[in-house]
Antibody, heavy 119, light 108 residues
Framework: EVQLVESGGGLVQPGGSLRLSCAAS????????MNWVRQAPGKGLEWVSY????????YYADSVKGRFTISRDNAKNSLYLQMNSLRGEDTAVYYC????????????WGQGTLVTVSS | SYVLTQPPSVSVAPGKTARIPCGGN??????VHWYQQKPGQAPVLVIF???DRPSGIPERFSGSNSGNTATLTISRVEAGDEADYYC???????????FGTGTKVTVL
């Protein structure tokens, strides 16, 4: 069974940093592209970042470019999101999502971890 | 950037048909995917590549895509279909995934 479990969320002050993790199981992690998607309270889904299966290709949404860094450790079956210079508008539930081998869409999602940026 | 526009809400009586449009510039030239999200839960894929259904998704869910509008259709709506629905595409020019604004489906 495919499982994605996020961790690392919490309360952080504006300007602070946080590192999210996503532990994957039930599939060959190194074969799949991965993404982070977030959802602010009461709002819609917003794609954040993409990483290819070998981490050779990385993309970011304009809203986080230069502040967030996506990475992965295929040996540990884990995906990460380093978030720096956090702002109030970064407050959201952050989901990790597996991208299908066909590309272009997400077939499995974690349950999410809440990040709250507030003083 | 590429924008996908959905109506904020759609209401439908049980047993009737709900149609959820997703508007985008020449969206018919892109592959559109749809997700269902119930309160407090992660999104679930219900349609991929405009009209294909993942295993486990009822045949009542169908999709189409042409011109500037993609549409998710839910036939014979049930109370359990009440949820938020999002369309999604890959925008090559900006190298970004784009989600629609989301539509809340209410079953009357």
């Amino acid at each position: 069974e495919v499982q994605l479990v996020e961790s690392g969320g919490g309360l952080v002050q504006p300007g602070g940093s946080l590192r999210l993790s996503c532990a994957a199981s039930g599939f060959t992690f190194s074969n799949y592209r991965m993404n982070w998607v977030r959802q602010a309270p009461g709002k819609g889904l917003e794609w954040v970042s993409y990483i290819s299966n070998s981490d050779s290709t990385i993309y970011y949404a304009d809203s986080v470019k230069g502040r967030f860094t996506i990475s992965r450790d295929n040996a540990k079956n884990s995906l990460y999101l380093q978030m720096n210079s956090l702002r109030g508008e970064d407050t959201a539930v952050y989901y990790c999502a597996r991208e299908t081998n066909d590309g272009g869409y997400f077939d499995y999602w974690g349950q999410g971890t809440l990040v709250t940026v507030s003083s | 950037s590429y924008v996908l526009t959905q109506p904020p809400s759609v209401s439908v009586a049980p047993g009737k048909t709900a149609r959820i449009p997703c508007g985008g510039n020449n969206i018919g030239s892109k592959s559109v995917h749809w997700y269902q999200q119930k309160p407090g839960q992660a999104p679930v894929l219900v349609i991929f590549y405009d009209r294909d259904r993942p295993s486990g998704i009822p045949e009542r869910f169908s999709g189409s895509n042409s011109g500037n509008t993609a549409t998710l259709t839910i036939s014979r709506v049930e109370a359990g279909d009440e949820a938020d629905y999002y369309c999604q595409v890959w925008h090559t020019t900006s190298a970004a995934y784009v989600f629609g604004t989301g539509t809340k489906v209410t079953v009357l």
